[in-house]
């Protein structure tokens, strides 16, 4: 099979996030095995790394490694430490967000309760340290200290964009336009998801020779996208949605795009409706949450919400696509180049969306 038939499905796709995710995922439960941690904080804190999740951060940062040159051994620690980092993040969000699912079964906090679950989400951040520590050694203190110092500056971005996510939450999503949110979603998923994973790969894999403007603009792009995919997800039917808190993120008010464009667009009676339904005043309204997902829900079909994010990630795609040459296009043909920009394709084709 030549690179381009590679390129233009999506069986490659799927075979690297499932063998880069489970790689990762063996590195990090043998790395929190080997941590210490009493038996009752180790059950807490493998339990989310042990559901099947997507594998998108950790195959983006082997994959950009492997394409710069490198070897998957090179960025397995960085991938571990985000692996870590993102389930810490996951656990604290399904406690904000009341979540009552995550990746098939109870949210932590569900199944163990909010002390116990805040316990294991502060001790899976603070293990996300451990491997870039312990890898020091290997790619030597300069390689090191320029990894530790993205990896402060991704965590100290993500904090700021959840702390404005939930900022906008608490006056509402009024004054909230497309703009503002991928500003938002630029701090709270794009430097987490897409920028400092495949930053960290680039880095590892040229030993800090390559320049990252470049894939970071790349990175910001894919990142938007799989945002708004997620958010879209949440609402519809999909594969994706299954095993989640099914129109969760919506009814909490999240500044998702389909209710920005929604509360932007609709007649004042439907954006009023809207906001009667979604975040505190919804908990107040009496209607079980159930009832106000579904009422919700139609509304963001009725008013052309859901395809209008849909249409705005392709957009996006687009323009990923667009910034994937400048920052890639000069590397070797390989298996995991072509990856990286099989994934944009992956996520803009209407026949998997949502997969």
């Known amino acids: 099979m ?8 999506p069986e490659l796709v799927e075979a690297t996030l499932a063998a880069d995710g489970l790689r990762t995922r063996d590195a990090l439960l043998e790395h929190l095995s080997g941590d210490g941690l009493s038996g009752d904080l180790y059950e807490l804190v493998a339990d989310y790394p042990q559901r099947p999740g997507k594998g998108i951060r950790p195959a983006l940062c082997l994959a950009t490694c492997r394409a710069h040159g490198g070897r998957t051994e090179d960025a397995l620690a960085a991938a571990v430490a985000i692996e870590l980092l993102h389930n810490a993040f996951l656990v604290h969000d399904d406690i904000c967000d009341d979540a009552l699912l995550r990746r098939g ?23 996300a340290l451990g491997p870039l520590l312990d890898d020091a050694e290997a790619i030597g203190p300069e390689l090191a200290f320029e990894v530790l110092a993205e990896f402060d500056h991704m965590a100290r971005r993500t904090i700021e964009g959840q702390a404005a996510e939930l900022a906008w939450r608490e006056r509402g999503l009024l004054g909230l336009d497309a703009d503002d949110y991928l ?25 800090g020779r390559t320049r990252l403007d470049a894939i970071g603009r790349f990175a910001f792009f894919l990142g938007a996208v799989l945002q708004i995919r997620d958010d879209v997800e949440n609402v519809t039917d999909s594969p994706a949605a299954r095993g989640k808190d099914f129109g969760g993120d919506v009814i909490e008010g999240k500044p998702t795009l389909m209710l920005v464009h929604l509360l932007r667009t609709a007649p004042l009676a439907d954006r009023d409706e809207a906001l009667a339904l979604v ?35 392709d957009g996006l795609a687009g323009a990923a696509l667009t910034e994937f040459d400048p920052a890639l296009g000069s590397l070797p043909d390989s298996r995991d180049k072509a990856f990286l920009r099989s994934l944009v394709l992956h996520l803009r084709d209407p026949e998997i969306r949502g997969r």
């Open 183 to 207: 500003r938002l979603v630029l701090d709270k998923t794009c430097w987490y998801s897409a920028i400092h994973p495949c930053r960290l790969g680039a880095l590892l894999g040229s030993r």
């Open 2 to 9: 030549t690179l381009a038939a590679i390129t233009a499905g």
């Open 279 to 313: 975040g505190p005043p919804g908990e107040q309204s009496g209607l079980a949450r159930a009832e106000r997902i579904v009422r919700v829900i139609g509304l963001l079909e009725a008013h052309g919400s859901i395809d209008y994010a849909c249409a705005f990630a």
């Open 105 to 127: 079964g109870d949210a932590l906090h569900v199944r163990y309760g909010i002390p116990r679950a805040l316990s294991a989400g502060d001790a899976l951040a603070w293990a």
